[in-house]
Structures are given as C-alpha cells and as structure tokens.
C-alpha cells in the first residue's frame, strides 16, 4: 500500500496538467466551433485557394 | 470574490496553475481598479446615441449585462437602477442579457448608470449584436473552463470515494484514509474556488438585494458540505463529501452550460450577423475593404456570390439570385437586377452585384427589425412576473424544508440528517419556474420572426388566443393592391393607342394604384405602344381623377361622377375608369385587382375557428360585395371612411368582441391603433407598420394563420411548462426530505427541470426542413 505514497501525489500532477491542457485548449478556441471543424474536410482547399486568386486579380 | 475583477484575477491565476496562491496567501490583494471614471467615456453624447434613441427629453440606452443567472438578478438590477434620479424606466431581459433604461441627460449621467451596474458586480456594456455576442461566448468558455475542472475533479474525486466507502465497509489503515482524504481535499479545493464561484457571487448578490434566488441554497449546500468535509480532514473524524461537492458542481455548471449553448445559438441563429466590413469600389474601379462605419450614402460597394450583403442598397450593376429570408421568410431566392433593392443581411447566392449604399449602413431595415423585436422581447407580461415572485418565496420556502428534514432526521434513524438536507437544498428548482413563461414566450416570437411576421409585443401572443372578430381592409391587404388593366372600351375617335397614350400621360402625375396600372412601364409590359405627350394644366383630384389639357384638347379621367356621365351598365366584379375628351365619353378601361395568394385559405381557416369575417372597404365599388361574397365573409361594409371603420370596431369591442385589424394604407393607422391586436401588411405605410403590434414582412395572408396556430401552441407550452415546473418542485421535494433522494440525483433533476422547460419552450421556435436545405445551398455555392 505504500506505493500509494507516490502514486497519489503522481495523480495530482496528471490532474493539474489536465486542467492545464484543457484550459490551453478553451483558451485557444478549439471548442469555439464544433459543428465547422468536421465539415472542414469536405471542402476543397485547392479550388478554394484557386478562385482566391482569381478574385485578386 | 467580491467584484468581477477578482474573479479575473483568480481565473488568471488558476488559469497558469497558480492555484497555490490562494492556499498560501496570508492577506487580502489589492483589488485592480475599476471605478467609474472608466466610464466617463459615455457621458458623450456622440458615443451613446450609438447604442440610444431620444424619447422626447429623454433617451432610451441599451445595455449588454453579463453573469446574470436568475430573476433575482434581473430584479437587483431593475431595482438599483430605478433609485436613481433621472432614471424613468428599467427593463431587464434576463434571456437576452440586455438592460434598456430611459434616462434623462439633465439629472443623471449615463457613467453613473454604467458604474451602478459594474457595483453590484455585473459586467456592463453598451448594447451591440456582434458585442453582446462575444460576451455570450465569452461567459461560455469561462463556463466551459469551469465545467471541464469539476468534471476532472469529479472523476478523481469518485475514484477515492470508492476507495473510502470500500474501507468504511471493509476496514482500511487510518495512514491510507488520512491521504485519500488529503488528496481528496487537494483536489475539491480549486472545484470549490474556480469552479463554484457563479453559483456563490449569484447567490450573495441575490443576498445583497434582500432576494434569495435558486443560487443561495446551492451554495449553502456546497459550503456546507466542503466545509464539513474540511473539519474532518483536519480532525481526522466523521465523514467527508467532497465528491457530493464536485458532482453539485458539476451538473449544475453542465445545466447552465447547456441552456447558455442554447441561448448562443438562437442568438447567432436569428440575425444573420453582418460583416463589419465591405469592399468599396472606388471611382477608378479598385476595390479595397473599407469599415462599415466608414461608408457613407451614395459609395458603391460589390458582394461576391457567398456573401451576406453588408448595406441597404440598390443594385449598381450585376445581376444575382439573393435570398431575404431574413425579411421575408421565403426561401427561395428571388432574382436581383439593376435598380433593385437589397436589404443587408441578404444572401447573395450566385453572382457579383455591385450596390450604392443608401442611407446610413447602421440603419438598415434590419437592425430597425431588431430594435422593434428587442423591445418585444423586454415587454414582460403579467405572469411572467407573478412567477418571478412566487420563485423568490419558494426559495426561502426551501431553505426552511431543508433545516425541517436536517432536525428531522438528526432525532430519527434512518438516513444521514446531513445528506438528506444537502438534497433538499439542491433538488428544488424555482428557476424551471421563472424561465417557463419568458422562454416561451421569446422562442414564440423569434419562431414567427423567421417566419417572416415581426411581433413588436408579446402579450399580443396572449390575446390572439380570445379574438372573436377579424376585420380586413380590401385593397392592398385582401387584394396586390396593384390594379392591371383587362380591356379598353372605346367610344369616340380615339383609337386603343391613343387612348392608352393619353391616360398614362394624365396619371403620371399620380402615385394611386390605379395610375399605376397606367404607367408606361405597366402597359408596355401588356405590349401597348404607347406615344409621349405633355399635358398641360394638370389639375389632380384626389379619390376622383385627374383633368389636364393636351394639344388644346381638354381630357378628364377617373371616376364616372368626375367624368359627368350617366351610369353606363358598369361590370360588377371590374373598376371601371373613365376618359373624356372634350366632356364626350372617349373610352373607358376596365381594371382588375388580383387577389392575394392564400387569402381564400385564411378565410376558410377563421370560419373553421368560428372567427367572424368582417370586410371593410374605403371603396365603393360593387366589387367589395362581390369579392365578400366570393370569399365567404360574414359581413361587409364599402365606402368606409376612416371614421366608420373606427366606429364599427368600438361597437364591436363594446358588445364584448375582441378585435383582430388587418390592414395596410396610411388611413389605417389609427384604426390600427385602436383594435386590440393589430397586423399590417408588408407594403403598409411606416406610420401603420409602427402602430401595429404585428407587422408582416412579406404578403402571405397565410400568416395570419401562422400567428393564430403558433398562439394556441405557446399558450399549450407555456401550461405545459408552468405545470412541469409544479409537479417537478411538488414530488421532488417531499421525496428528498423524505430521505428518498441521493444528493448526486438531486443535481441531476435540477439541472433536467430547467432544461427541459427551456427545450420545451424552443420547439416553438423549430426551424423549417427547408431552412437547412437552403442553409446547405448557400454554403456550397460560396465554396
């Protein structure tokens, strides 16, 4: 049981820097848009970025 | 915490895993400043008639108040600010975080309603749609914050919990359970400081204003459960709950997070939010982009396809389909060529258009609609009130219950004395009950806004439900109000050109529908060409016609009377106009006004109702008759003056009856006025469409059974809501001081009933199948 005596205060640490990650994560607007970030993929970045330019010119 | 700034503070400092600080620290921090002289910035008048509009001497502001929880907070609020001179009037919408308030510059100073507001811990803003957005998303992801740290800290707290129930049981090395329980208070701790905090600074300002909400016993609960938990960490006896605490905290956070995720999407949902930018085309064709606010009326500014339409404007060049739904409520989008007019907020689907903005880009319709749909939204009916006071009693009414089951089952065996009362505190939800009617009735009106009838007061929700009569005017609101010319009928020497020529030279001049059926464009579209002349001693009488002189001709148009001739066998179901040339009948023209789309439906809906028709018509044709008796009215009436309409609608109101108007032309207004619902039709006037309660956005007469149809089902909600919160507070709380409720379900059927009264109310506001079909097609055009 003495194992306990680490793996307690291990446990904290992964705790805070959970805490930590999701805060990071929050902060950084990862859960801002749930529903665009999986549609994402459907769209064609090169044709996208093709009509782009043409528009500039 | 005693101010909003603290909390930033302690966000900031746990938000680097500094929580330390707090344990460590031996005296209280300064706090960062936030006085009123922040707010001087206000008092100029420049900067707030951007968020104002005077009202007579005074001026109407709107603010965006943030961490408002309850009606408690609401009524903190309306109340503090009432005390000050100067100030008229407050309303607070708790769903939509706004607070208008009419001030009067000489009394008081708008930096002294903001700092009132900062006082009792509020935060404040001037009211914008994209700022009151941000803050919405802002509170969100400090709630977001929150809500992942006790779920984290529950997961592990519940770890240990097993561990220590297991050794209760079982038995276990006081060594092991001291750390168990050290580690558990470690990680309770920042739940308690962090994650907590809404549910305590609700719960002391609610204190401070004298009015417990459903904060006060939340907290008391979880105070008194860390704290019990504390003393026997510390002494090494009795129990601890710091897993009750965190999962409190937890479902409650999860309730609030999901009704505020509702409340952000409805809000990002109903406008369309304009881009804060548009690209300018500049005099030698360059474009750049360029501040909405920096536009001024007459720059000309282009839209590619995908894009929402920033201004109102008219169409320069370029030719697109653009979608208003926004106004209208129809999906489909409608073509859009030169000299058209767009509304901002408008999808441009699938071409360039180049606009000229008109007027000021801050003004369009569509903020006009959102102003009028705000101050809906704030009318607070009379139930919504008497529910806000019977929530504050039912509080302390719980905090009573809870101290009843604690000395109940401290001298009776059975359940934990102290758990039981932690359920007690907890379970009760007076909220499901303060949010039933103002949920309802804010989905109602922004389920009939997309729909495309704008509501400008709630409780006309309330009375469609007892109409007994439905009165319509004709032209304009049964019929286009847009006469076509069917035939010509000539008389003298005239030939049919001739006499097209010269009535469209004498209606010119005039604006009336029936000139309209005159103008060039009208009759070259019917495939008339036409010659131009230039009448001279034009003389233009109004309801009777117009005399002019053309070549030494005299000609005199309209009305058989003006025209001087005897009755003629005129058609019955057709307005017949009349030309004379040299006082000798030259031709006369027969028009017909078509009839509205859907207005045939609409009356065989209010005869199914058991609504009375009634048909009453300024004109005073045959054709009022007809038309009553083609539609199947109950009653009609032609030739009515202003006045007549008028009288008939107060002897109607005083033989009992509830008066439904519907109606469009400038004459209508006080008639409007005077029914005890009104609609006006989307060409009305902007006098009548400001004096009616309802004014319809496009002219489907189907939207009258619209509103009939979404009344009754609001009024069933909002009983279906009321009832829920009843039953719910009703079984929950003699069950759980009966000791029949564990605390952590406690937390969950709290969280469940207000949710499930918000959710209820939002199938009022159910989007069309359409609307995400279109939604899709306008995204994959702007890919």
Not at chain 2, 168 to 189: E, P, V
Not at chain 2, 695 to 712: C, G, N, P, W, Y
């Amino acid at each position: 049981m003495s194992s306990l005596y680490i793996l307690l205060p291990v446990a904290l640490v992964f705790f805070v820097a959970i805490c930590a990650l999701f805060f990071w994560a929050v902060n950084h607007r990862q859960f801002d848009d749930l529903d665009r970030e999986a549609q994402r993929i459907l769209y064609d970045d090169e044709r996208r970025k093709k009509r782009a330019d043409k528009n500039d010119d | 915490m005693c101010c909003p700034a603290c909390v930033a503070v302690s966000e900031c400092i746990l938000g680097a895993g500094l929580d330390d600080y707090y344990r460590m620290r031996d005296q209280q921090a300064n706090r960062p400043a936030a006085s009123a002289e922040d707010y001087l910035q206000y008092d100029s008048p420049a900067v707030f008639e951007q968020f104002s509009h005077p009202d007579g001497e005074c001026w109407q502001s709107q603010l965006s108040v943030s961490d408002m929880h309850c009606a408690a907070c609401a009524w903190l609020i309306e109340n503090r600010l009432g005390a000050i001179d100067g100030v008229n009037a407050v309303r607070v919408n708790l769903q939509r975080g706004m607070a208008t308030v009419e001030w009067c510059p000489a009394q008081v100073q708008l930096s002294e309603i903001f700092a009132s507001v900062h006082q009792l811990g509020y935060g404040v803003q001037p009211w914008s749609a994209e700022a009151h957005l941000q803050q919405l998303q802002e509170g969100q992801k400090s709630l977001l914050r929150r809500l992942g740290l006790a779920g984290v800290a529950m997961m592990q707290l519940m770890m240990t919990a097993i561990a220590l129930y297991a050794g209760d049981f079982q038995g276990i090395d006081t060594d092991i359970r001291q750390l168990l329980r050290w580690f558990s208070l470690a990680i309770a701790t920042p739940v308690i400081l962090y994650s907590a905090q809404p549910f305590f600074s609700g719960a002391w300002r609610g204190i401070k204003a004298g009015r417990a909400g459903m904060d006060v016993p939340v907290s008391i609960a979880m105070l008194a459960a860390y704290g019990a938990s504390l003393r026997a960490t510390v002494s090494g006896e009795g129990h601890v709950y710091f897993d009750t605490v965190s999962m409190f905290c937890f479902f409650l956070l999860l309730s609030r997070y999901l009704q505020n995720a509702v409340q952000l999407r409805r809000e990002s949902s109903i406008r369309p939010l304009l881009p804060l930018t548009a690209r300018k085309v500049a005099p030698d064709g360059a474009n750049q982009w360029v501040a909405l606010s920096a536009l001024q009326d007459g720059d000309e500014l282009l839209v590619q396809p995908g894009e929402l339409v920033p201004v109102d404007g008219v169409v320069v060049s370029g030719q697109s389909s653009v979608e208003d739904s926004a106004f209208t409520g129809e999906f489909m989008p409608r073509s859009k060529v030169p000299g058209d007019t767009v509304l901002a907020g408008s999808h441009n689907i699938d071409g360039s258009l180049c606009l000229r903005l008109q007027g000021h880009p801050e003004q369009s319709r569509l903020s006009q609609i959102d102003q009028l749909l705000d101050s809906a939204r704030l009318a607070k009916p009379p139930i919504a009130e008497l529910a806000d006071r019977i929530s504050g009693y039912f509080t302390l009414f719980v905090l009573f219950c809870a101290a009843a089951a604690y000395t109940y089952w401290s001298f009776n065996p059975g359940h934990s004395a102290f758990l039981t009362a932690l359920a007690v505190l907890v379970v009760s939800c007076p909220c499901a009950l303060s949010l039933a009617t103002p949920s309802s009735y804010s989905a109602a009106v922004s389920g009939l806004r997309r729909r495309g009838a704008l509501v400008a007061n709630a409780a006309v929700l309330e009375n469609l439900a007892g109409i007994s009569h439905v009165i319509f005017d004709k032209t304009g609101t049964l019929t286009e109000g847009r006469p076509r010319l069917l035939k010509v009928e000539l008389a003298g020497e005239l030939d049919e050109c001739q006499a097209l020529s010269i009535a469209a030279a004498l209606e010119a001049p005039s604006s009336h529908p029936i000139a309209q059926a005159f103008s060039v464009d009208a009759l070259g579209a019917a495939g008339y060409t036409l010659t131009a002349l230039a009448p001279s001693q034009l003389d233009l009488q109004a309801g009777q016609g117009i005399s002019a002189v053309i070549n030494g001709d005299s000609y005199k148009i309209g009305r058989r009377e003006f025209c001087g001739f005897a009755e003629q066998g005129d058609s019955d179901e057709l307005m017949t106009v009349y030309l004379a040339k040299n006082g000798k009948l030259a031709a006369r023209f027969f028009l017909e006004d078509t009839l509205r789309e859907g207005a045939a439906q609409a009356l065989a809906f209010l005869k199914q109702r058991g609504v009375r028709s009634v048909l009453l018509s300024g004109d005073s044709s045959d054709q009022v008759a007809v038309l009553a008796n083609a539609l199947g009215f109950d009653e009609y009436q032609a030739g009515c003056t202003a006045a007549d309409k008028l009288a008939r609608i107060s002897s109607l109101q005083a033989m009992g009856g509830t008066v439904l108007m519907v109606g469009d032309g400038v004459n209508d207004a006080p008639v409007i006025a005077a029914a005890d619902v009104s609609v006006a039709m989307a060409g009305a006037s902007d006098l009548t469409r400001s004096c009616a309660d309802v004014a319809l956005l496009s002219d489907r007469l189907s939207l009258i059974e619209l509103l009939f149809t979404k009344s009754a089902k609001m009024g069933r909600i909002l009983r279906q809501n009321i009832f829920w919160a009843l039953l719910y507070n009703g079984t929950a709380l003699p069950a759980a001081a009966a000791g029949l409720v564990p605390p952590w379900l406690a937390a969950i059927g709290m969280s469940l009933s207000s949710l499930v009264v918000v959710l209820n109310a939002l199938r009022l506001d159910r989007q069309e199948q359409q609307r995400s079909l279109n939604t899709q097609h306008v995204e994959l055009a702007s890919v």
